[in-house]
């Protein structure tokens, strides 16, 4: 039993901070949390106390949407909307990938990232291909983050470039989910069709089958972009939006974890689909706005009950810093309160989608409540807050607008600090 | 004479870069730029010549307006709106300024981040307090850093507390311009009444004749929040518009250089009557978001050659890092994109208002121009960018959306490398 004591700061809901100051969270051998209290707990005479004086403890975050193949593209082309930047960027950096140390080079420059800005959990959106994502499995593993990650199947190939047969991308993420899943407790396999225009009809029923066959969760794109919607209902004329396409293949349900990054563009129709089904939502509003995309019905989801998170969209979204991630989300819901009167949101609202509402993709991480993992960061200030005067509530706000890795001083994961990950290269 | 070797980026034009890989700039004693050319100028063998091989090397940037004694206000209290920030946040701050090792504390903080940067020039709203400013003149001095600093001044006082009389708030500016302004070549003074609705009559006809008579420019606030732009409407009945007060107080006109933050409600007069009397806008689109202000006309001013530069706006803005801040300049564009379908800002754009669109109001820094001061920034890729295959279009472009202070290696002043400053406290 170990004892963390620190000025605690999580969300348990949205609408505020649970913050305990100089308080203390008992953590169990498997890294699970006992106790959360204000008091020193009993026992602590004998147990291990870890004291972090006066950082601020956070849980760590979670991005529910990132393309890691896509990471050198980061900051570039977003001149393009989503359909020409997928030609003109997305598509042709792949093909850095048949050099294995240029590979391993930038998926060591991506961990060290996610280490560095406190991303504990992330699900990955893979490449297409097979070596890449061996190779990026195998270092995942190695780093102790937490993550999903799946071969992306694009097997669709009106008015594409061939890139992959239907038999070949299904052989593909067979031999991944057998070489890889149940390998580590960390990390696992995500069924990713890439979206409905990139698939065939018999991937996206495969995906949706294997996703229940091996109890896999699966991630996708919903509704990003209008050109894409066209393209989506143009095709799929038996379908009256986008996401009835998923529905159709059975992509949505409760016996299967389903998260679509994006969903600009729902319809009513298609809200009720999401939360009927208790789909996630990734926002990624960094990338709706590089792109052009658009501003996400954050408030309403929200209102809604659906469950949301955000992701940075690695490379159609500039940065991995969740901080950055979370600003965005408030500056693009300030949009629409100015635009529309819509009430904006908060920074615990902010906070709790890049904590416990990303996080419980994962289960029980990103809050300190009983029976939770103990995947948390230290926090200093930066130099004008250590001048003093503020409250943590104050702290924490400022951090979250003006934080950078930095500050970040230690990770912990399940009750173990996780060291910067280095890979020999 | 200095002969510097490099990747030079920048912008004459707001639509595209001026790239110049592995290019020359050479450099006179005065720091003043003698020529610029792809090819080794003449007498280069016997010139001091300074290879910065493959970085990229970009000039200084200029922050057009900021606030420095909020910065211990940076990222607390975005909840509110403009007046009750103002209320809640903007004034109570002052109180710490009381401290004389608190205020240098934290000014030292301050321009250690100008510094980090790379804000050679900056614009900067000073506080009420005499003493306040007293420091900070001696300190910008002493950074080697670019500036004009004034005292604000806000004497009117319905529905506010008394925090100075007319008369004091003169003497106090006439004491800081007689002690300051001709001390350095790179401080200077600006007279800063704070907005129409903290002013008197009196004052504001008083700061438009003390530019005039000082040959001093002049900074204030311009239709930033709807409730503010009412307030002006209800006070000054004899002017149409907000922009007409400072017009009848003589605070606009070719004879002042004159530079108005925010700029975000502004009717087809007011445009106009900027664009007539040569005023800069300082767009500050972090604050416009985190307020729940608006988003200001940015191509539209673009449109019609009105001078635009870029405001942090610290501390109703987070951050002074310029990359964050062109960034939301392009986010904010691209939501009007979206919505109207308005040409977005593009890449060179952003940079142009963040080096010589802002920098122009200096005089000639900003750009890699003969003539022009040799203020400039040397800067490094970060890890992925550096494993390379990208153009140097890509990797500034890469810098503006994903760039932070630690890729910034060094600073040149004049011609001269400007370290770090240190501040005995």
């Known amino acids: 039993m170990k004892v963390f004591k ?3 700061i999580y969300t348990k809901e949205p609408k505020r901070f649970e913050i305990l100051e100089q308080g203390y969270v008992t953590v169990d051998d498997a890294g699970r949390i006992v106790s959360v ?20 403890v956070i849980p760590g975050f979670t991005d529910l ?22 030609e003109n960027y997305a598509t042709p950096v792949n093909g850095l990938y048949k050099n294995e140390q240029i590979t391993r080079r930038i998926f060591s420059a991506l961990i060290e990232d996610l280490w560095r800005y406190g991303i504990l959990h992330s699900v990955q959106f893979g490449a297409l291909d097979l070596r890449t994502n061996d190779i990026l499995f195998e270092m995942m593993i190695d780093s102790g983050l937490y993550c999903y990650l799946g071969k992306n199947h694009t097997d669709y190939k009106k008015d594409r470039h061939e890139v992959e047969t239907t038999q070949e991308s299904m052989r593909c993420a067979q031999y991944l989910i057998d070489k890889w899943e149940g ?13 409905a225009p990139g698939c065939t009809e018999e991937m996206m029923k495969w995906c949706g089958e294997m996703s229940r066959k091996y109890k896999l969760p699966l991630q996708s794109h919903l509704d990003e972009n209008k050109k894409e919607v066209g ?23 409760n016996d299967i974890k389903t998260v679509m990054a994006h969903c600009v563009y729902t319809t009513e129709d298609e809200i009720q689909a999401l939360r009927y089904a208790g789909v996630y939502v990734a926002h990624c509003p960094h990338s709706n706005c590089n792109l052009g995309s658009g501003i996400m019905p954050l408030r309403r989801y929200l209102d809604m009950g659906i469950k949301v998170g955000l992701g940075s969209d690695i490379s159609a979204g500039h940065t991995l810093n969740m901080m950055d991630n979370m600003r965005s989300a408030m500056e693009m819901s300030k949009v629409l309160y100015v635009e529309e009167g819509e009430m904006p949101l908060s ?27 103990f995947n948390a960061l230290v926090v200093e200030d930066d130099a004008v807050a250590s001048i003093g005067g503020h409250t943590l509530e104050e702290r924490i706000e400022r951090f979250i607008y003006n934080g950078d890795d930095r500050q970040i001083k230690q990770r912990f994961v399940e009750g173990k600090e996780l060291k910067k990950p280095v890979f020999e290269i």
Request: glycine share 10%; charged share 20%; with cysteine.
């Open 6 to 8: 620190g000025n605690m």
């Open 37 to 56: 209290s204000k008091e020193a707990p009993e026992g602590i005479e004998t147990a291990h106390v870890v004291d972090f004086e006066n950082h601020m």
């Open 65 to 86: 949407h990132l393309h890691p193949n896509q990471y050198p593209n980061d900051g570039l082309g977003y001149n393009y909307e989503l359909m020409e930047w997928i």
């Open 183 to 195: 390998k580590s407790p960390r990390v696992h396999y995500i069924m990713t069709p890439s979206f």
């Open 231 to 253: 393209m989506v209902l143009d095709r799929f004329t038996d379908c009256k939006n986008y996401a009835q396409v998923y529905q159709k293949y059975h992509m949505f349900g």
């Open 347 to 373: 920074t615990s609202e902010a906070f709790y989608l890049a904590t416990k509402g990303g996080g419980s993709f994962f289960g029980e991480v990103g809050s300190f409540e009983r029976g939770y993992l």
